[in-house]
């Protein structure tokens, strides 16, 4: 609260008084003031521009000089996408390391996510939180650089396997795309679960102790089910990150995904089939997000 | 008499003005103006440094000083890159090869060039004018940068007897299964095509981008044997680099750029060759496109790349052919030899390159019953071998 | 303690290994930036902080972190306004489609950012606008506005609105109600949110990508170039790690006053 002049009802009211309490009068029009500015701008630049991608796919591309003729339609970009099946090869892979993905973070994310929420002291919780949100500020590029230094031939990668007596993985490998990914994206699964996990009252985890449950039984009846909505806001990030990426199949690996395909097409000349590919993963999150907002992930978001 | 003698006079001078005046190919800058200040450029790495790898290397900044056109880049990884990013109309010029130069003029994105608005034109070897791939009906639209051919590239300690043919990156590549580097662009089919000249004559190759469908299949079958041999495909220069760096490959196709910042670094000892039975390669032409912002400073850019110093000293850098021979002259003060080196001067040399050139239906040939394999086709085969 | 010792020990050692897979590529990364060769050669040669010195010595760079900057600014202020109006109708008011709001504005973050990148640039062109500052603005704060809108709802949502009741009481309008009670309420979800945002714009390299002109670079890009030239790979690995131990302070503040809601952090 300041401590100002206060405000006193003059003789003639303001034009702001005016137009405030006019506002008041109409609180419809106050709710379409206060949405038309987001929603205008969501509706012009965002789901415009979606709206010109979906059309773009269906635009014809000359034979031979490559330039897209707008308005000119066709259904050649998406002959192409079904007549070839390596971008079903694609799909299927990119879809599989995205679950894989986010499996794999979930799992790893829990027991951190447990230990910040409700074994460390407020300090080290405040502490913890800091030290998994600093990573994300570390520029996403060099991140990935400094994994294609450790799994490069002669990097610590190659020398820590050659110790089992296992080949390095090199920079051709399927498995670096996931084990890049799982890092990457490993906080965005941390911060929901660990937020999860705070709201569960301790009153609950003792009674199922009293009533005799073990750890087990307790995770698996009590805290999954009540965690389960963080974990699905936590996994919409990690699914649809990996499932549009294609900076880190680049450089990692050899192996292309869904992104890699939707950029080499944009920027190697034909851009409706970058466009109708486009579509997958819009179709693939909008289903994805829906389910997500059923399972209350978006109150943990 | 007087009377008739100025409208006689007027009628001569009218006759003469329109015999001499040509018409101009419509988009050709009909004179040089001021500099506007800036200039959009798509380039190869490499092709516009301003000292930053090696200080001595800039032809950029003096550039900038003399004209206020303030330079800026974009490294186009491939062909179809840089005809895509020239597309988007919002580039000045283009440093492009023999593979683009035919989509970018048939496209009209790219200008005519009026070569009497360059003075540094006529040094260019003559050899270098009036090539079919930056040239229609004599009318240049371009000018020259340079030419080099795609080199076999190897790791002395690995490969311990220098390799003499490309065998080795193809059928012979079973000791460095998983070692190989090759170009990551659909250009590369053309590289098997030519293995193919020599390993399988029956199959009729006469160029290796303008292939029927029975020979592509044969490119594309010898592709993914090298693939499934474990393959490593590098798209931008630096990926070769640090992987040969690293040791993760051994052996495989470069540009004599990558050679010279390897030697240069020395973590690793490699050689490179062109072997026997010749080579891909590229002629690389500076263009201008059609709805420049910037046409002034891209004329003076072009100039200015035609001049001594700047072909001289960014031929040396690259690894490539001066374009002429005051640029030779100054190469030789950067680094002896240069010009003999990459034949320069030696037109029978480069009989054995194959320029990069674009796949055309009609085969880029007189005779009308061939058909050949299309661009688009060539890029739909190069997508499907790896993404498979 | 309901968690035997087991289940306690077990949890403190997976903990302990999170962090060190977290924050083992940034040590390599730490590492590299004073390895004094120019290519990623491992083992490091010896130590050279030669890198540092071209680091503050090239303009390009320079150039990459005014932009930056300048676009975070842009694009923060746009998501701030544009997430507190809309939180301000989600919270306050009942109306047919309110639930949808959310899945709309969410909508930019939560598809892959190639599409978004794509669609803007197709849409771009298409209508004829230069690719600039302006466009790169455009774009961060279309997916940042559901950052300031996550931050500012959860706040709202816990306030008691008899303050605000009892200012329209004594006879403050609306305008006057916001400025003097409701703002300073919310300043520290608005400056959570802020932070967030300013953050995703500072990071973000796809959209980025597509939606620059050919002059316009920001750091993500300027690293995008640098890191595709062999010498500038180690300046590269100086500017990363300088910016991680700036952000040491702004992450740090953001914490605090966002006290223990950690929801709302996403992205």
Request: charged letters at 15%.
């Amino acid at each position: 609260m300041t401590t100002e002049a206060p405000v006193l009802p003059t003789a003639t009211p303001t034009r702001g008084r005016r137009f405030a309490t006019w506002l008041y009068a109409y609180p419809g029009a106050q709710l379409r003031l206060l949405l038309g500015g987001p929603l205008g701008w969501m509706a012009l630049v965002y789901f415009g521009s979606l709206f010109v991608l979906l059309l773009s796919a269906f635009w014809a591309k000359d034979a031979f000089t490559g330039l897209v003729v707008p308005f000119d339609w066709s259904l050649a970009a998406f002959e192409a996408l079904l007549g070839n099946e390596v971008y079903r090869t694609i799909a299927v892979r990119t879809i599989g390391i995205a679950a894989l993905v986010t499996v794999t973070d979930a799992i790893i994310a829990f027991p951190i996510a447990y230990y910040m929420a409700r074994l460390a002291s407020p300090r080290l919780r405040a502490l913890l939180v800091v030290a998994v949100l600093m990573p994300l500020w570390a520029a996403y590029l060099v991140k990935i650089y400094a994994w294609r230094t450790i799994l490069q031939g002669n990097g610590p990668a190659d020398w820590l396997l050659g110790f089992f007596g296992l080949p390095g993985p090199g920079l051709d490998a399927l498995t670096n795309s996931w084990l890049v990914f799982s890092y990457l994206w490993l906080p965005y699964m941390i911060l929901p679960i660990y937020a999860g996990l705070e709201r569960i009252p301790n009153s609950l985890l003792e009674a199922s102790a009293d009533l005799g449950a073990r750890a087990g039984m307790t995770f698996r009846r009590i805290v999954l089910p009540l965690v389960f909505p963080a974990l699905v806001a936590g996994s919409i990030f990690t699914f649809s990150l990996t499932l549009g990426d294609y900076i880190v199949p680049d450089l990692v690996s050899d192996a292309k995904f869904i992104g890699n395909v939707i950029y080499d097409n944009s920027n190697l000349g034909n851009p409706p089939l970058a466009a109708a590919y486009a579509l997958l993963p819009i179709a693939i999150m909008v289903v994805y997000l829906a389910v997500a907002r059923r399972l209350g992930a978006f109150e943990s978001l | 008499m007087r009377t008739l003698r100025i409208p006689a006079l007027m009628v001569v001078l009218g006759l003469v003005a329109a015999a001499c005046a040509s018409p101009a190919p419509s988009g050709m800058l009909e004179q040089l103006g001021e500099g506007e200040g800036e200039l959009n450029l798509i380039i190869w790495p490499g092709y516009a440094e301003r000292g930053e790898i090696v200080e001595a290397f800039d032809w950029v900044t003096p550039f900038e000083d003399e004209t206020g056109c303030i330079v800026n880049t974009t490294a186009m990884t491939d062909s179809n890159n840089g005809v895509s990013l020239m597309q988007s109309g919002e580039y000045d010029g283009i440093s492009a090869s023999g593979d683009a130069t035919t989509r970018l003029i048939q496209g009209g994105v790219v200008a005519p060039v009026n070569t009497a608005l360059l003075p540094n034109y006529e040094d260019v070897f003559e050899g270098l004018k009036g090539l079919p791939h930056n040239t229609v009906d004599g009318v240049p639209y371009g000018v020259p940068h340079g030419r080099g051919p795609n080199l076999l590239v190897w790791n002395t300690d690995a490969v311990t007897a220098p390799p003499t043919t490309w065998d080795v990156v193809w059928e012979g590549g079973g000791d460095y299964e998983g070692q190989i580097s090759v170009y990551d662009s659909s250009i590369y089919i053309a590289d098997a095509a030519l293995h193919l000249m020599a390993t399988q004559p029956d199959l009729g190759i006469q160029n290796p981008y303008q292939l029927s469908e029975e020979q592509f299949a044969a490119a594309i079958d010898l592709l993914e044997a090298q693939r499934d041999n474990g393959a490593q495909y590098w798209g931008t220069y630096t990926d070769q680099i640090t992987s040969f760096t690293a040791g993760d490959v051994v052996v495989g196709t470069t540009w004599q750029f990558q050679v010279n910042l390897l030697q240069g670094d020395g973590t690793v000892s490699v050689d490179a060759t062109l072997p026997e039975e010749g080579s891909t390669g590229w002629s690389d032409t500076w263009m201008i496109a059609a709805e420049a912002a910037n046409p002034n400073c891209m004329y003076m850019w072009m100039n200015h790349m035609m001049s001594a110093e700047a072909n001289g000293m960014a031929t040396v850098f690259f690894g490539e052919a001066p374009t002429s021979p005051q640029a030779c002259e100054f190469a030789e003060t950067l680094s002896s030899g240069h010009c003999e080196l990459t034949h320069a001067t030696d037109e029978a040399y480069y009989d054995q390159i194959w320029y990069w050139s674009t796949p055309q239906e009609d085969c880029a040939d007189d005779d009308d019953a061939t058909t050949c394999v299309t661009q688009d086709d060539w890029v739909d085969a190069w997508t499907t071998l790896r993404g498979a | 303690m309901v968690e035997s010792a087991w289940v306690r020990a077990g949890i403190r050692i997976a903990s302990v290994v999170t962090v060190a897979f977290l924050y083992l590529p940034l040590i390599i990364l730490a590492i590299m930036a004073f390895s004094p060769s120019p290519l990623l050669v491992w083992p490091p040669t010896g130590i050279s902080f030669r890198w540092v010195v071209e680091a503050a010595a090239n303009s390009a760079l320079h150039r990459a972190v005014i932009n930056s900057f300048l676009a975070a600014i842009g694009a923060t202020g746009i998501a701030l306004v544009l997430g507190t109006l809309a939180s301000f109708a989600v919270q306050r008011f009942a109306f047919f489609g309110r639930q949808t709001v959310s899945f709309l504005l969410v909508l930019p973050i939560a598809l892959p950012g190639v599409v978004t990148g794509i669609s803007l640039q197709t849409t771009f062109r298409t209508v004829g606008i230069d690719l600039g500052l302006m466009t790169i603005i455009v774009g961060h704060a279309t997916f940042c506005v559901v950052i300031v809108y996550n931050n500012v709802i959860a706040r709202l949502r816990r306030m008691p609105r008899s303050a605000e009741e009892a200012s329209a009481d004594l006879g403050a309008d609306t305008f006057v109600t916001f400025r003097r009670i409701t703002l300073p309420a919310m300043r520290t979800a608005l400056l959570a949110g802020a932070l967030l945002a300013f953050a995703l714009s500072l990071d973000e390299v796809i959209v980025t990508l597509f939606t620059a002109g050919p002059g316009t670079q920001t750091i993500p890009m300027w690293i995008f170039t640098a890191i595709q030239r062999p010498t500038q790979l180690p300046v590269v690995n100086v500017v990363a790690l300088l910016l991680l131990l700036l952000s040491v302070i702004p992450v740090y503040v953001a914490q605090r006053i966002s006290g223990g809601e950690a929801a709302g952090v996403a992205r």
